[in-house]
């Protein structure tokens, strides 16, 4: 049985309604998982945005999951990231914690650790603003869980090849 791997893969598609939709279409359809999904324009002058996806599979459930999305009418590119080399993921969490006394002072001090900045705080409560790698917001999660966390939002990743060339 082949290994299940995480890809993370970037599409270039026109910037127009229901290209999102499609996408998503293609993954539902066919029972594939998402596991991070953003959007965002990249391109004014020429209406185009990136979507980045995070999915897994086996080898060849992703090369069909790539060779499906290059033939959708709108995608100009289908970069899979993780086979094409170095690349960079960044995630964006807020993070509410609940907590007085000693875990207040714990949480404030393992957000310093890992450069979490407080964007919110009450006299219960704080709301800590992290980015990093999705391994990095899982590792400070995961130590805020005992502390009193109460609350997640994150935006899933977004990812850029490392050197020169642009998707």
């Keep these: 049985m082949e290994a299940i791997e995480r890809h993370t893969i970037s599409v270039l598609v026109d910037n127009e309604a229901g290209v999102l939709a499609r996408v998503i279409g293609l993954f539902s359809g066919r029972g594939y998982n998402i596991e991070s999904l953003t959007v965002a ?9 990136r979507i980045t996806i995070v999915t897994s ?3 060849m459930i ?20 993780t086979n094409e080399g170095p690349h960079l993921e960044r995630e964006l969490a807020l993070v509410k914690v609940n907590g007085t006394g000693d875990k207040r002072i714990e949480s404030l001090r ?5 450069r979490a900045r407080v964007v919110d705080s009450t006299l219960e409560s704080f709301v800590f603003e992290m980015t990093g790698s ?11 869980q005992p ?12 990812a850029i090849a490392r050197g020169p060339e642009a998707i």
């Design 41 to 49: 324009e990249v391109d004014m002058a020429r209406h185009l945005s």
């Design 57 to 59: 599979g086996t080898p």
């Design 62 to 81: 992703i090369e069909q999951i790539k060779a499906q999305l290059g033939r959708l009418v709108p995608v100009h590119r289908v970069s899979d990231l």
């Design 110 to 114: 393992i957000a310093d650790i890992f």
């Design 134 to 144: 999705p391994e990095k917001l899982n590792a400070f999660i995961n130590l805020m």
């Design 147 to 158: 502390l009193g966390l109460v609350d997640v939002s994150r935006t899933g990743v977004v």
